[in-house]
C-alpha cells in the first residue's frame, strides 16, 4: 500500500519552487494569495524569477533548491510552479532518504509527471497531480482549485466526467498512477516507471502531433504498460497537431484502437491535465476505485 503524506492544516509552511522552465515572480503572486487564504504559510524558492536559457537556472541551481525543500521538515507540502520542460534532468541527482522518513506533498502536472512517478515507483510515496502556480490567475474558486484544497486539506476525492462514446463500460480497483504521455514514453525503461501491473493508468497531453500520439501508445504497449493495467482513464488532449497528409485519426482514436484488445474499463474525456480551471487534482500512487458506465465515469479515492 502506498504512503501518504500528512493533510495540510492552517498555519503549515508550503513552498513555491520551479523545477522545470523558468517563471516571473509577477505569474506566482496569484497562487501565493489563494495559498495564502487558506491559511498556509508560503515560501517563495529562489528559483522563481532566474533565468538560465529557458530553465529556471541551471541543474544545479534547480536540483539544489528542490533538494533543500525535500529535506526540510518544516516544508509540508512543494508546489512546482510550471511545467515545460526539465524536471526529469534532475532526478538522478536528488537524495530522498530524509523525504521518505517525513513524506510531503509534491504538486504538479505535466513536466512534473517525472517527479510524481519517480517517487511513487522508487518510494511508494503518493503525490498530487493538479494546477500549478502558473495556471492561477486570481482567488476566484474553480473546479481545480477547489479539488486541490479538497485533496489536501480533507484527504479525499472524487471526480466525474460524462459519457463518451469511446468509453468502454465496468469496474476496477488500484493505484492509479501517469500524468503526461509524453514524459511517461521518456521515462520507458528507467526506474522511474516500472511495473504497471494491477494499476489504474491516466494518460494526458498537449500540443503534440497525432502520430507523436501513436508512437507513444505504441511504445507503451509494446514495453507492456498496457498488458495488465486494470483501467485506462484519458484525460485532455488538448491543441494536436497533424501533418498535410492527414494521419485519417483523432488522438482519442488513436488511444482507443491500440487498446481496443484491452479487456478492462477504458474513460475518456476525463477532466484532468492541460484544461485550465477545470484541471481537476487526484492523488497520483493511491487506491481507487473506477466505474465507467453508460452515462458517466465515477472515480473514487
Known sequence: MSISPKSL?????????????????????????????????????????????????????????????????????????????????????????????NPKWLIGYSDITSLLSHVYYKYNIESIHGIMPVNIENRTSNIATDSLREVLFDDKNTILAPYHALNKEGEATGELVGGNLSVLYSLLGSESFSDTKDKILFIEDLDEYLYHIDRMMLGLKRAGKLKNIKALLVGSFKDMHDNSIPFGASSYEIIANISKDLNIPIAFNIPCGHIGTENHAFIHGRQTKVVVSATETKIVQ
Open 9 to 101: 492544516s492552517k498555519e503549515d509552511k508550503v513552498a513555491i519552487i520551479a523545477t522545470a522552465r523558468k517563471i516571473t515572480l509577477k505569474e506566482v503572486l496569484p497562487s501565493v494569495q489563494l495559498f495564502a487564504s487558506w491559511g498556509l504559510n508560503v515560501v517563495i524558492g529562489q528559483t522563481i524569477g532566474k533565468s538560465y536559457n529557458q530553465f529556471a537556472g541551471n541543474d544545479k541551481e534547480r536540483a539544489e533548491e528542490l533538494q533543500s525543500m525535500l529535506d526540510d521538515k518544516d516544508i509540508k507540502a512543494i508546489f512546482c510552479a510550471r511545467g515545460g520542460y526539465g524536471t526529469t534532468r534532475l532526478l538522478d541527482s536528488l537524495n530522498f532518504d530524509k523525504f521518505i522518513k
